[in-house]
C-alpha cells in the first residue's frame, strides 16, 4: 500500500520559514517524481513545484520561486519543500504528490496534506 504522508505545517507569521517533509512507503521512491501543490478555500490547487527523480532538475511555480525549495533524500524516501519568506498568500493546504511517469501532468499518488496558514 503506497502512503505519502505530509508534516511540518503550522502558524506562523509573515516572513517566517517552515520546512515541510513528505514521507513515503510502498513505492520505490526514486522511481517518481516527486511535486508539491497547495489548495487555499475557495481555489482550485495549484501547482508548487517539483523535482526530477534524481533530485538533478527541479520546478516552481512563478508566485513561489527564490522563497522555496524543493529537494529530495532518495535514502529516506522523503521529499521536503522548503518554504521561506512566507506571505499571507501561501497560506493552504499543501499537498505531496508523486508520479512514475515524468512526462505525464497526472500524478499517481496523493498525501492527505498539512495545513499552513500564515498570518499578517
Known amino acids: 500500500q503506497v502512503q505519502l504522508v505530509e508534516s511540518g505545517g503550522g502558524l506562523v507569521q509573515a516572513g517566517a520559514s517552515l520546512r515541510l517533509s513528505c514521507a513515503t512507503s510502498?513505492?520505490?521512491?526514486?522511481?517518481?517524481?516527486m511535486g508539491w501543490f497547495r489548495q487555499s478555500p475557495g481555489k482550485e490547487r495549484e501547482f508548487v513545484a517539483t523535482?526530477?527523480?534524481?533530485?538533478?532538475?527541479?520546478s516552481y511555480a512563478d508566485s513561489v520561486k527564490g522563497r522555496f525549495t524543493i529537494s529530495r533524500d532518495n535514502a529516506k524516501n522523503t521529499a521536503y519543500l522548503q518554504m521561506h519568506s512566507l506571505k499571507p498568500e501561501d497560506t493552504a493546504v499543501y499537498y505531496c504528490a508523486a508520479k512514475l511517469n515524468g512526462g505525464s501532468r497526472d500524478y499517481d499518488y496523493w498525501g492527505q496534506g498539512t495545513q499552513v496558514t500564515v498570518s499578517s
Open positions: 523535482i526530477a527523480k534524481s533530485g538533478g532538475t527541479t
Open positions: 510502498g513505492l520505490t521512491f526514486s522511481w517518481y517524481v
